[in-house]
Protein backbone atom coordinates (compact mmCIF):
# COMPACT_ATOMS: atom_id res chain seq x y z
CA UNK A 1 0.00 0.00 0.00
CA UNK A 2 0.97 3.42 -0.60
CA UNK A 3 2.43 5.59 2.14
CA UNK A 4 -0.77 7.95 1.71
CA UNK A 5 -2.85 5.02 2.43
CA UNK A 6 -0.70 4.09 5.51
CA UNK A 7 -1.25 7.89 6.65
CA UNK A 8 -4.96 7.95 6.42
CA UNK A 9 -4.93 4.86 8.54
CA UNK A 10 -2.29 6.26 11.11
CA UNK A 11 -4.36 8.94 11.58
CA UNK A 12 -7.52 7.35 12.09
CA UNK A 13 -5.56 5.53 14.95
CA UNK A 14 -3.98 8.46 16.33
CA UNK A 15 -7.61 10.18 16.00
CA UNK A 16 -9.51 7.21 18.08
CA UNK A 17 -6.66 7.58 20.53
CA UNK A 18 -6.25 10.90 21.54
CA UNK A 19 -2.12 10.51 20.93
CA UNK A 20 0.79 10.67 18.77
CA UNK A 21 1.56 7.44 17.01
CA UNK A 22 4.87 6.15 15.71
CA UNK A 23 4.85 2.66 14.29
CA UNK A 24 7.94 0.65 14.87
CA UNK A 25 7.87 -3.10 13.06
CA UNK A 26 10.55 -5.56 11.96
CA UNK A 27 10.01 -8.18 9.76
CA UNK A 28 8.67 -11.63 10.91
CA UNK A 29 8.57 -12.75 7.26
CA UNK A 30 9.27 -16.63 7.63
CA UNK A 31 13.15 -16.94 6.32
CA UNK A 32 13.36 -13.71 6.27
CA UNK A 33 13.38 -12.25 10.23
CA UNK A 34 14.81 -8.82 10.75
CA UNK A 35 15.67 -7.47 14.08
CA UNK A 36 15.13 -4.99 16.89
CA UNK A 37 18.91 -3.22 16.73
CA UNK A 38 20.36 -0.07 18.06
CA UNK A 39 20.69 1.49 14.48
CA UNK A 40 16.61 2.23 15.04
CA UNK A 41 17.40 4.62 17.92
CA UNK A 42 18.73 7.83 15.95
CA UNK A 43 15.65 6.72 13.29
CA UNK A 44 13.08 6.81 16.50
CA UNK A 45 14.91 10.08 17.37
CA UNK A 46 14.45 12.28 14.18
CA UNK A 47 10.41 10.93 14.41
CA UNK A 48 10.26 12.41 18.31
CA UNK A 49 11.79 15.71 16.99
CA UNK A 50 9.11 16.34 14.41
CA UNK A 51 5.97 16.06 16.49
CA UNK A 52 4.50 19.32 17.28
CA UNK A 53 3.14 20.71 20.18
CA UNK A 54 4.47 21.01 23.77
CA UNK A 55 5.83 18.14 25.53
CA UNK A 56 3.92 18.53 28.55
CA UNK A 57 0.46 16.54 28.56
CA UNK A 58 1.95 14.74 25.26
CA UNK A 59 1.05 11.30 24.71
CA UNK A 60 2.66 8.88 22.24
CA UNK A 61 1.66 5.39 21.09
CA UNK A 62 4.50 3.11 20.12
CA UNK A 63 2.56 0.87 17.17
CA UNK A 64 4.69 -2.65 17.93
CA UNK A 65 5.52 -5.52 15.67
CA UNK A 66 8.67 -7.50 15.79
CA UNK A 67 10.16 -11.25 17.20
CA UNK A 68 12.81 -9.36 19.22
CA UNK A 69 16.72 -8.34 18.89
CA UNK A 70 18.73 -6.95 20.55
CA UNK A 71 18.33 -7.18 24.47
CA UNK A 72 19.36 -3.61 25.60
CA UNK A 73 17.71 -2.02 22.56
CA UNK A 74 14.14 -1.44 24.88
CA UNK A 75 16.08 0.38 27.15
CA UNK A 76 17.35 2.93 25.11
CA UNK A 77 13.97 3.52 23.04
CA UNK A 78 12.12 3.55 26.10
CA UNK A 79 14.11 5.90 28.15
CA UNK A 80 14.30 7.94 24.70
CA UNK A 81 10.67 8.13 24.48
CA UNK A 82 9.82 9.23 27.18
CA UNK A 83 12.12 12.13 27.46
CA UNK A 84 9.31 13.62 24.97
CA UNK A 85 5.99 12.85 26.38
CA UNK A 86 4.25 12.38 29.84
CA UNK A 87 2.46 9.41 28.62
CA UNK A 88 3.70 6.10 26.58
CA UNK A 89 1.75 3.13 25.66
CA UNK A 90 2.64 0.49 23.24
CA UNK A 91 -0.04 -0.74 20.87
CA UNK A 92 0.16 -4.73 19.87
CA UNK A 93 -1.73 -5.77 17.02
CA UNK A 94 0.08 -8.88 15.91
CA UNK A 95 3.26 -9.66 18.34
CA UNK A 96 5.76 -7.93 20.32
CA UNK A 97 8.40 -11.21 21.50
CA UNK A 98 11.16 -11.01 23.35
CA UNK A 99 12.91 -7.69 23.11
CA UNK A 100 9.38 -6.49 21.92
CA UNK A 101 7.87 -7.89 25.29
CA UNK A 102 11.10 -5.73 27.40
CA UNK A 103 9.65 -2.84 25.55
CA UNK A 104 5.88 -3.50 26.63
CA UNK A 105 7.32 -3.81 30.43
CA UNK A 106 8.45 -0.30 29.86
CA UNK A 107 4.59 1.53 29.12
CA UNK A 108 1.96 2.95 31.17
CA UNK A 109 -0.23 0.79 29.51
CA UNK A 110 0.01 -1.83 26.83
CA UNK A 111 -3.20 -2.40 24.24
CA UNK A 112 -3.23 -5.61 22.81
CA UNK A 113 -5.64 -6.54 19.77
CA UNK A 114 -7.15 -9.83 20.28
CA UNK A 115 -5.04 -11.35 17.72
CA UNK A 116 -1.46 -9.64 19.98
CA UNK A 117 0.83 -11.74 21.49
CA UNK A 118 3.84 -11.05 24.18
CA UNK A 119 6.73 -13.68 24.45
CA UNK A 120 9.37 -14.92 27.26
CA UNK A 121 12.17 -12.60 27.49
CA UNK A 122 14.82 -15.53 27.93
CA UNK A 123 17.40 -14.63 25.74
CA UNK A 124 18.75 -17.02 22.66
CA UNK A 125 22.37 -16.45 23.16
CA UNK A 126 24.64 -16.95 20.44
CA UNK A 127 28.77 -15.94 20.90
CA UNK A 128 32.13 -17.56 19.37
CA UNK A 129 31.76 -19.84 22.09
CA UNK A 130 29.05 -22.01 21.12
CA UNK A 131 28.84 -25.40 19.98
CA UNK A 132 28.88 -25.31 15.72
CA UNK A 133 25.76 -26.75 13.53
CA UNK A 134 26.08 -30.48 12.76
CA UNK A 135 23.74 -29.86 9.63
CA UNK A 136 24.79 -26.10 8.28
CA UNK A 137 28.32 -25.47 7.93
CA UNK A 138 29.61 -22.06 9.90
CA UNK A 139 26.07 -22.15 11.82
CA UNK A 140 26.49 -21.79 15.62
CA UNK A 141 23.79 -23.08 17.65
CA UNK A 142 21.82 -20.77 20.47
CA UNK A 143 21.62 -21.62 23.86
CA UNK A 144 18.72 -20.64 25.67
CA UNK A 145 18.89 -20.42 29.35
CA UNK A 146 15.59 -23.02 29.29
CA UNK A 147 17.46 -25.42 27.45
CA UNK A 148 20.38 -25.35 30.26
CA UNK A 149 18.09 -25.61 33.32
CA UNK A 150 16.12 -27.87 31.82
CA UNK A 151 18.81 -30.67 31.18
CA UNK A 152 19.79 -30.03 35.16
CA UNK A 153 16.17 -30.37 36.44
CA UNK A 154 16.19 -33.97 34.01
CA UNK A 155 19.00 -34.84 35.73
CA UNK A 156 17.57 -34.15 39.29
CA UNK A 157 14.30 -34.76 39.00
CA UNK A 158 13.44 -37.42 36.13
CA UNK A 159 16.53 -39.17 36.14
CA UNK A 160 16.87 -38.74 40.03
CA UNK A 161 20.30 -38.38 40.68
CA UNK A 162 20.84 -36.44 43.62
CA UNK A 163 24.44 -37.04 45.18
CA UNK A 164 26.93 -34.24 44.47
CA UNK A 165 29.42 -36.52 42.55
CA UNK A 166 27.17 -37.63 40.32
CA UNK A 167 25.47 -34.47 39.65
CA UNK A 168 29.22 -33.16 39.29
CA UNK A 169 29.60 -35.71 36.52
CA UNK A 170 26.35 -34.30 34.85
CA UNK A 171 27.67 -30.59 34.82
CA UNK A 172 31.32 -32.12 33.08
CA UNK A 173 29.28 -34.54 30.34
CA UNK A 174 27.16 -30.96 29.42
CA UNK A 175 30.80 -28.76 29.39
CA UNK A 176 32.53 -31.35 27.12
CA UNK A 177 29.63 -30.57 24.49
CA UNK A 178 29.21 -26.90 25.10
CA UNK A 179 32.34 -24.54 25.99
CA UNK A 180 31.61 -23.34 29.27
CA UNK A 181 32.21 -19.19 28.70
CA UNK A 182 29.18 -20.03 25.92
CA UNK A 183 27.39 -21.29 29.42
CA UNK A 184 28.75 -18.30 31.53
CA UNK A 185 27.08 -15.89 28.81
CA UNK A 186 23.67 -17.49 29.08
CA UNK A 187 23.78 -17.06 32.86
CA UNK A 188 25.18 -13.33 31.84
CA UNK A 189 22.38 -12.60 29.46
CA UNK A 190 19.32 -13.95 31.53
CA UNK A 191 20.68 -11.66 34.29
CA UNK A 192 20.34 -8.43 32.52
CA UNK A 193 17.43 -9.88 30.77
CA UNK A 194 15.66 -9.84 34.59
CA UNK A 195 17.57 -6.63 35.51
CA UNK A 196 16.43 -4.70 32.25
CA UNK A 197 12.51 -6.19 33.03
CA UNK A 198 12.59 -5.00 36.67
CA UNK A 199 13.99 -1.39 35.68
CA UNK A 200 11.97 -1.13 33.10
CA UNK A 201 8.61 -1.94 35.09
CA UNK A 202 10.22 0.52 37.78
CA UNK A 203 9.99 3.36 34.88
CA UNK A 204 5.87 3.14 35.10
CA UNK A 205 5.58 2.28 38.98
CA UNK A 206 8.31 3.11 40.98
CA UNK A 207 6.17 2.03 43.90
CA UNK A 208 5.47 -1.67 43.09
CA UNK A 209 7.36 -3.76 45.29
CA UNK A 210 10.40 -5.71 45.23
CA UNK A 211 8.55 -9.35 45.06
CA UNK A 212 6.05 -8.52 42.58
CA UNK A 213 9.11 -7.30 40.02
CA UNK A 214 10.64 -10.24 41.10
CA UNK A 215 7.83 -12.19 40.12
CA UNK A 216 6.76 -11.14 36.73
CA UNK A 217 10.50 -11.03 35.48
CA UNK A 218 11.08 -14.78 36.68
CA UNK A 219 8.07 -15.78 35.35
CA UNK A 220 9.09 -14.05 31.66
CA UNK A 221 12.73 -15.12 32.07
CA UNK A 222 12.25 -18.94 33.20
CA UNK A 223 8.80 -20.05 33.93
CA UNK A 224 7.35 -20.69 30.74
CA UNK A 225 9.52 -22.90 29.17
CA UNK A 226 9.99 -22.28 25.55
CA UNK A 227 10.67 -19.24 24.00
CA UNK A 228 8.24 -19.05 21.02
CA UNK A 229 5.34 -19.19 23.83
CA UNK A 230 2.80 -16.42 22.77
CA UNK A 231 1.45 -14.93 25.80
CA UNK A 232 -2.30 -13.66 24.84
CA UNK A 233 -4.02 -10.60 27.00
CA UNK A 234 -5.44 -12.13 29.08
CA UNK A 235 -2.78 -14.48 30.01
CA UNK A 236 -0.56 -11.34 30.19
CA UNK A 237 -2.83 -10.16 32.90
CA UNK A 238 -3.79 -13.31 34.85
CA UNK A 239 -0.69 -14.94 34.84
CA UNK A 240 2.30 -13.02 34.32
CA UNK A 241 0.83 -10.57 36.11
CA UNK A 242 1.11 -7.36 34.33
CA UNK A 243 -2.32 -5.51 34.99
CA UNK A 244 -1.29 -2.67 32.68
CA UNK A 245 -2.45 -4.79 29.62
CA UNK A 246 -5.70 -3.91 28.59
CA UNK A 247 -7.75 -4.84 25.84
CA UNK A 248 -8.57 -1.74 22.86
CA UNK A 249 -12.32 -0.71 22.24
CA UNK A 250 -13.58 -1.98 19.51
CA UNK A 251 -12.57 1.08 17.77
CA UNK A 252 -9.34 1.54 18.28
CA UNK A 253 -8.98 -2.49 17.87
CA UNK A 254 -10.06 -2.17 14.17
CA UNK A 255 -7.72 0.73 13.64
CA UNK A 256 -4.81 -1.06 14.98
CA UNK A 257 -5.91 -3.99 13.04
CA UNK A 258 -6.09 -2.15 9.46
CA UNK A 259 -2.86 -0.55 10.09
CA UNK A 260 -0.99 -3.70 11.22
CA UNK A 261 -2.19 -5.44 7.84
CA UNK A 262 -1.25 -2.76 5.42
CA UNK A 263 2.44 -2.87 6.47
CA UNK A 264 2.20 -6.30 6.66
CA UNK A 265 0.57 -6.17 2.82
CA UNK A 266 3.62 -3.72 1.92
CA UNK A 267 6.13 -6.33 3.85
CA UNK A 268 5.01 -9.46 2.29
CA UNK A 269 4.63 -10.78 5.72
CA UNK A 270 2.32 -13.71 5.41
CA UNK A 271 4.39 -14.93 2.33
CA UNK A 272 7.65 -17.32 3.26
CA UNK A 273 10.59 -15.51 1.66
CA UNK A 274 12.79 -17.72 -0.60
CA UNK A 275 15.19 -16.21 -2.91
CA UNK A 276 15.85 -18.74 -5.20
CA UNK A 277 12.02 -19.07 -6.12
CA UNK A 278 12.15 -15.17 -6.33
CA UNK A 279 14.78 -15.27 -8.69
CA UNK A 280 12.91 -17.95 -11.43
CA UNK A 281 10.19 -15.70 -10.95
CA UNK A 282 11.74 -12.62 -11.63
CA UNK A 283 13.85 -14.00 -14.49
CA UNK A 284 11.75 -16.42 -15.80
CA UNK A 285 12.58 -20.17 -16.34
CA UNK A 286 16.28 -21.32 -17.51
CA UNK A 287 16.86 -23.17 -20.08
CA UNK A 288 17.98 -26.32 -19.34
CA UNK A 289 21.25 -27.09 -20.69
CA UNK A 290 22.44 -29.54 -23.06
CA UNK A 291 24.53 -32.55 -22.10
CA UNK A 292 27.64 -30.90 -23.81
CA UNK A 293 27.26 -28.14 -20.62
CA UNK A 294 31.00 -27.84 -19.35
CA UNK A 295 31.99 -28.24 -15.69
CA UNK A 296 31.75 -31.06 -13.82
CA UNK A 297 29.08 -33.20 -12.14
CA UNK A 298 27.21 -31.68 -9.03
CA UNK A 299 24.69 -32.88 -6.42
CA UNK A 300 21.50 -30.33 -6.25
CA UNK A 301 19.67 -29.71 -3.39
CA UNK A 302 17.57 -32.03 -4.62
CA UNK A 303 19.81 -34.69 -4.29
CA UNK A 304 19.97 -35.07 -7.96
CA UNK A 305 23.43 -35.46 -9.69
CA UNK A 306 23.54 -33.09 -12.92
CA UNK A 307 25.66 -30.49 -14.70
CA UNK A 308 25.25 -26.69 -14.57
CA UNK A 309 24.99 -24.22 -17.68
CA UNK A 310 25.98 -21.26 -17.53
CA UNK A 311 25.31 -18.28 -14.15
CA UNK A 312 22.75 -15.70 -14.50
CA UNK A 313 22.81 -13.03 -11.95
CA UNK A 314 19.17 -11.49 -11.13
CA UNK A 315 18.83 -8.68 -9.07
CA UNK A 316 15.16 -9.01 -7.26
CA UNK A 317 12.91 -6.64 -5.72
CA UNK A 318 14.11 -4.48 -2.63
CA UNK A 319 12.86 -6.01 0.14
CA UNK A 320 11.17 -3.65 3.01
CA UNK A 321 12.29 -5.36 6.04
CA UNK A 322 11.60 -2.55 8.76
CA UNK A 323 9.24 0.40 9.17
CA UNK A 324 9.25 3.48 11.54
CA UNK A 325 6.52 5.80 10.09
CA UNK A 326 4.39 8.61 11.89
CA UNK A 327 2.42 11.58 10.05
CA UNK A 328 5.44 13.26 10.07
CA UNK A 329 7.72 10.91 8.31
CA UNK A 330 8.66 7.36 7.35
CA UNK A 331 11.91 5.70 7.66
CA UNK A 332 11.76 1.94 6.10
CA UNK A 333 14.90 -0.60 6.15
CA UNK A 334 15.29 -1.64 2.53
CA UNK A 335 17.57 -4.65 1.47
CA UNK A 336 18.82 -5.59 -1.77
CA UNK A 337 19.63 -9.25 -2.94
CA UNK A 338 21.21 -10.97 -6.21
CA UNK A 339 20.97 -14.36 -7.04
CA UNK A 340 23.30 -15.93 -9.01
CA UNK A 341 21.04 -18.58 -10.68
CA UNK A 342 22.42 -21.91 -12.57
CA UNK A 343 19.81 -25.01 -14.18
CA UNK A 344 21.70 -28.29 -14.27
CA UNK A 345 21.27 -30.74 -17.07
CA UNK A 346 18.69 -33.02 -14.51
CA UNK A 347 16.16 -29.77 -14.69
CA UNK A 348 17.31 -28.69 -10.65
CA UNK A 349 18.20 -25.09 -10.22
CA UNK A 350 21.30 -23.98 -7.77
CA UNK A 351 21.29 -20.44 -6.65
CA UNK A 352 23.80 -18.58 -4.12
CA UNK A 353 22.44 -15.22 -3.20
CA UNK A 354 24.48 -11.94 -1.79
CA UNK A 355 23.49 -9.26 -0.13
CA UNK A 356 24.00 -6.08 -2.11
CA UNK A 357 22.41 -3.05 -0.33
CA UNK A 358 21.31 -2.75 3.48
CA UNK A 359 20.05 0.59 4.73
CA UNK A 360 17.75 2.83 6.29
CA UNK A 361 15.99 5.15 3.78
CA UNK A 362 13.00 7.72 4.16
CA UNK A 363 9.68 7.36 2.13
Known amino acids: MSRETRLQLIASLEKARGTHV ?95 MLGPTDP ?12 VADQLLGISVEDVGSYIDLVKDDVGIGHEDELIQAFTAMTNEVNPLALGAVKRL ?31 TSQLFYHGHPI ?11 SFVEDPSARVGDA ?14 NEPYNPVVEAIRTHGPLPIPGPQAGGPPVLLQEGQPGILGDAVDVPLETLKTAFVESLQRCDVYELDITVTLRRSTSGGYLGLFGQMRSEWTTE
Not at 256 to 269: I, K, N, Q
Open 22 to 116: ISYLTSTRDNLDSYMAMDVIPVIYRHLTTIPGPRKGRKIDLFLHTNGGDGVVPWRLVTLIREFCDTFCVLVPNRAFSAGTLTALGADKVLMHPMG
Open 124 to 135: TVITEFNPKSQR
Open 190 to 220: TSQSKMLGKNLLRLRDRTMPLHELEEITNKL
Open 232 to 242: SRSEARDTIGL
Open 256 to 269: MWSLFEAYATDMRL
